[in-house]
C-alpha cells in the first residue's frame, strides 16, 4: 500500500522530469481545465447555453469527478511527504497549502447546493467560482510556478510600487478636482470622481470622456500623464530583472534525475 500511495504521489504531485504517467496526467488535468474555462465562456452565452445545456450539464459533472478523485487522491497519497507525514494532522496541513485551497474551491460550488438551502441568485453567483479552475494550472506549469516565485521574491517591492502609485492618484486627483471643479462641476464634482480621471491618466489609456479644459488643468495633466509613464513602468522592470534573476539561479542548480529534488553542491 505504501508503494502504491507512494507512486501515486510522484504522479500528481512530485515526479522525475521523465516520467511519462505523470507528463500524461498532467496533459489531461490541463487539458480538462482548459475546456473548462471555455465551457464556463461560452455557457454565459445564452443561445448556446439553451441549445447545448444538457452538453454544458454533463460536461461539469464529469469534470467534477474528476478533479473530486483527483483531490481526493492527492490527500491520501500526500502523507509520503515527510512534512506531511501525520495521517491526520498532516493531510490538514497539505489541505491548507494555496495549491490544495484551490483545488477545493474548484469542486466546492457543485457540491454547495446539495447539502445547503441556498437563494437561486446566489447558486448562480457560486457557480463563477468554476473559474477557479484555471488557478489549478499552476500545479502543471513551470512558467506559472516561476512566475509565483518571482512574486514572492519581489512582494516588497511591488508593494512600495502599488503604494507610491497609489498615493499619486490621489495626490493627483485632488489637485484636478481644486483646479478643474469650477469649470467642469459635473466632470469633477468630488476627489472620488477625478480619480476616474486619474487612473486613465497615469496609465495613459486615455478615454477622453473626461479631460481638463483650464490652462491650468492641461498643464497639470500633462505633467501627470508623464508620471505616469515612468509610475507603471516600474512593476514591469521589477518582475523582469526578478525573472532574470530567478533563471539565472535556476540554470545553475542541479537536481537528481528521480526525483527532481535539488543536489546541494
Not at 515527510?82 to 495549491?99: C, D, I, M, W, Y
Not at 507603471?232 to 532574470?244: E, T
Request: glycine share 8%; hydrophobic share 50%.
Amino acid at each position: 500500500m505504501g508503494r502504491v500511495q507512494r507512486r501515486v504521489y510522484e504522479i500528481l504531485e512530485r515526479a522525475a522530469p521523465d516520467d511519462r504517467a505523470s507528463k500524461a496526467a498532467d496533459i489531461g488535468i490541463m487539458t480538462l481545465i482548459l475546456l473548462n474555462v471555455a465551457a464556463v465562456t461560452l455557457e454565459t452565452v445564452q443561445s448556446l447555453y439553451r441549445r447545448y445545456s444538457t452538453f454544458f450539464g454533463a460536461f461539469e459533472t464529469f469534470s467534477v469527478a474528476v478533479f473530486t478523485v483527483e483531490y481526493v487522491l492527492r490527500l491520501w497519497s500526500c502523507t509520503t511527504e515527510e512534512k506531511f507525514s501525520r495521517p491526520v494532522a498532516g493531510r490538514l496541513r497539505f489541505a491548507a497549502t494555496p495549491l490544495a485551497v484551490v483545488d477545493l474551491l474548484a469542486v466546492l460550488p457543485f457540491y454547495l447546493p446539495m447539502f445547503l438551502p441556498l437563494d437561486l441568485r446566489f447558486i448562480r453567483a457560486v457557480r463563477l467560482f468554476r473559474l477557479f479552475r484555471l488557478f489549478k494550472l499552476g500545479r502543471y506549469s513551470e512558467s506559472l510556478r516561476l512566475l509565483g516565485v518571482v512574486l514572492r521574491a519581489r512582494k516588497e517591492e511591488l508593494i512600495m510600487t502599488v503604494f507610491t502609485i497609489s498615493v499619486l492618484l490621489i495626490i493627483s486627483s485632488s489637485l484636478m478636482y481644486f483646479v478643474e471643479n469650477d469649470a467642469q462641476p459635473q466632470a469633477f464634482s468630488s476627489i472620488p470622481e477625478a480619480m476616474w480621471w486619474g487612473i486613465v491618466t497615469l496609465t495613459t489609456v486615455g478615454y477622453g470622456d473626461v479631460y481638463p479644459v483650464t490652462p491650468l488643468g492641461k498643464v497639470l495633466g500633462a505633467v501627470i500623464a508623464l508620471l505616469g509613464i515612468g509610475m507603471f513602468a516600474l512593476p514591469a522592470g521589477i518582475l523582469g530583472s526578478g525573472f532574470i534573476e530567478e533563471i539565472q539561479r535556476r540554470k545553475g542548480r542541479r537536481t537528481c534525475p528521480h526525483c527532481g529534488r535539488e543536489i546541494d553542491g
